[in-house]
């Protein structure tokens, strides 16, 4: 005990030589706020924060954690929901520091950004080039790109532009053994050999620490139109979901499912609210299209489609947008929701996608399945229908203890997981696998592919001392509980 102290604290001696006392951090009280991410599920423990300036810091720490034999856990924004970024033990290497635009390249639709950029900040660049960065989710104003890229996240745009995996070209990345790898080319095509970035993006820092990235831009949409839908069932849902994108092809930009329940949670949690309807329905969705054309062609095309739709008895009631700020306000009810629901109670979470085609058929069966196992549970299924990532959340009956309710977790899990692999889908559709997926993903997977995970993982962290214990596990060491 007293060699790894001794070995410890020699480590924090070199850190602060090369980085500056300021930046490598011990006190409790400035370590707390990385050792728990926004869910609160776990709570870790750290020897220290260490906040390196540079990549080349990166690199000098990498190298120093690893003659100290001290594991290492990248953080950015600590948006993370599963767990993949709470330390438990080691050191944690904040990148917020790393926040440069490095190079805008209009023409050739791309920039370079360092791995601690706010995302609203790389989008904000964009803009300033002219052109788009498409990728957004809730937690943008305070979300680093690198984390982003990290657990290769979708949000808001999947539909249209795709996964943050999509929306890379090249990656700077800190390897295990603190070498650099200089993967930044700004090319549509290179087939030179393995396309090494796609190791790193989604590994959620188990594979190597991405500190830069080079991004695809694309035009900005010069008019969008909104449109907030009343359906009288998850399948009109995906009936017009089907009909819109036939009608409107890429000037379909997001369609999200919006459950009764959820809706009934904005209006009467949410500030600044109001009901978009005259009536409730079953279900809602929000409607976006977007053209490159600047005029009312969209709303035009908007009005017709949903018309059609109406008279096709998919579509009971819907509102349109009439202009940037009603836009705003329709999506707010969207982006409330995660929010709104805690004051409903405990919420168990589930980040799934399905094929198009079983989507109905799932959150028909997953929703009479969990209100079967508890009697006056309340799903709440809502997301990104057109890609097919459902959050099949789980409210606590009315009344209920929290914790006793949450400590069913592993229960619903089992019935939820086990309906999204009879159906051909996928237990981690954005969030990413972090701890509290970590055992599901050992179940369920293909066993070849586990077994390529963990020959990957140990061919480029032979020490397991990047984020140790996510994702796959090279250890019999069980995951810590969730403190419920």
């Known amino acids: 005990m007293t060699d790894a102290r001794s070995s410890q604290e020699r480590l924090l001696a070199t850190l602060s030589a090369r980085l500056g006392a300021r930046h490598v951090r011990t006190d409790p009280a400035e370590i707390a706020p990385h050792l728990v991410e926004t869910r609160g599920l776990y709570r870790g423990h750290a020897l220290a924060v260490v906040a390196p300036g540079t990549t080349e810091e990166v690199a000098f720490a990498v190298r120093a954690c690893v003659e100290a034999r001290v594991p290492m856990v990248a953080q950015g924004g600590n948006t993370g929901l599963v767990g993949g970024g709470v330390p438990f033990g080691g050191i944690v290497l904040s990148l917020n520091r790393l926040d440069r635009l490095r190079a805008v390249d209009p023409l050739g639709a791309s920039l370079t950004v360092e791995a601690g950029m706010i995302l609203a900040d790389v989008q904000t660049a964009a803009e300033a080039a002219g052109m788009l960065f498409p990728l957004s989710w809730a937690a943008e104003g305070t979300a680093r790109i690198g984390g982003g890229l990290a ?11 795709g996964n943050a995996r999509d929306l890379v070209l090249g990656l700077e990345v800190v390897l295990a053994d603190g070498r650099i790898w200089n993967g930044l080319k700004a090319l549509r095509k290179n087939n030179a050999g393995y396309d090494l970035k796609h190791l790193f993006v989604g590994s959620e820092g188990t594979l190597g620490i991405i500190t ?32 819109l994108r036939a009608g409107a092809d890429r000037g379909l930009t997001a369609f999200e499912y919006i459950p009764r329940f959820g809706l009934e949670m904005v209006l009467a949690h949410g500030i600044d609210v109001r009901p978009p309807l ?7 969705a929000l409607v976006e299209l977007a053209s490159p054309r600047a005029g009312t062609e969209t709303r035009a095309e908007m009005e017709a489609l949903l018309a059609e739709a109406m008279e096709a008895g998919l579509v009971e009631d819907a509102v349109i947008g009439g202009s940037a700020a009603q836009d705003a306000a329709l999506w707010r009810l969207r982006e409330l929701l995660p929010e709104v629901q805690k004051a409903e109670g405990g919420s168990i979470k589930h980040d799934v996608s399905l094929p198009l085609s079983r989507l109905a058929d799932f959150l028909e069966e997953a929703s009479a399945a969990c209100e079967a196992a508890m009697p006056g549970l309340r799903p709440c299924p809502f997301g990104h229908f057109g890609d097919g990532n459902i959050h099949f959340n789980l409210t606590q009956p009315v009344g209920m203890d929290r914790a006793e309710f949450l400590s069913q977790w592993s229960r619903f899990n089992a019935i939820v ?18 701890l509290i997926k970590r055992d599901e993903l050992a179940r369920t997977a293909d066993p070849v592919g586990l077994d390529l995970m963990r020959r ?8 397991d001392l990047l984020n140790p214990g996510k994702v796959v596990a090279l250890s019999d060491d069980p995951p810590p509980s969730l403190p419920v």
């Open 456 to 463: 990957l993982k140990r061919a480029l962290d032979p020490d």
């Open 151 to 161: 657990t290769n996240a979708g949000g808001l745009a999947v539909l249209a532009y």
């Open 417 to 434: 997981h086990g309906i999204v692999e009879r159906m051909d889908g996928s237990i981690a559709a954005e969030h990413g696998i972090g």
């Open 212 to 243: 830069a990235a080079t991004l695809k831009l694309y035009p900005r949409p010069l008019s969008t139109c909104v449109g907030f839908v009343g359906l009288p069932s998850a399948r009109a849902a995906l009936a017009l979901f089907e009909r």
């Open 278 to 284: 005259d009536r409730a329905h079953a279900a809602y």
